[in-house]
């Protein structure tokens, strides 16, 4: 499918975090009120993680650091 006809929205609200420091990452725990919405579907801001020296690669090369997102369905019903 092609990415331009799909809907995606941010809805990032102020939380209290929790964070997590390990040797080559930090992770933000939040706490469940940020969204994001993709074709309909909602989603959960689980944790946002910033690793240092990035995790996968892009074209064979490595960089300085990889920031993931991890979600979770909140609902199973489409929104629409």
Do not use: W
Not at 53 to 66: A, D, I, V
């Amino acid at each position: 499918r092609d990415c331009l006809d799909c809907k995606l929205t941010f809805y990032y609200k102020k939380s209290d975090i929790n964070i997590i420091k390990t040797n080559n990452s930090i992770v933000l725990n939040y706490n469940p009120y940020s969204n994001i919405t993709f074709n309909n579907e909602l989603y959960q801001v689980k944790l946002i993680s910033f690793s240092i020296k990035s995790e996968h690669s892009f074209n064979s090369k490595h960089y300085p650091m990889e920031v993931s997102c991890c979600l979770f369905i909140r609902n199973l019903i489409p929104l629409s």
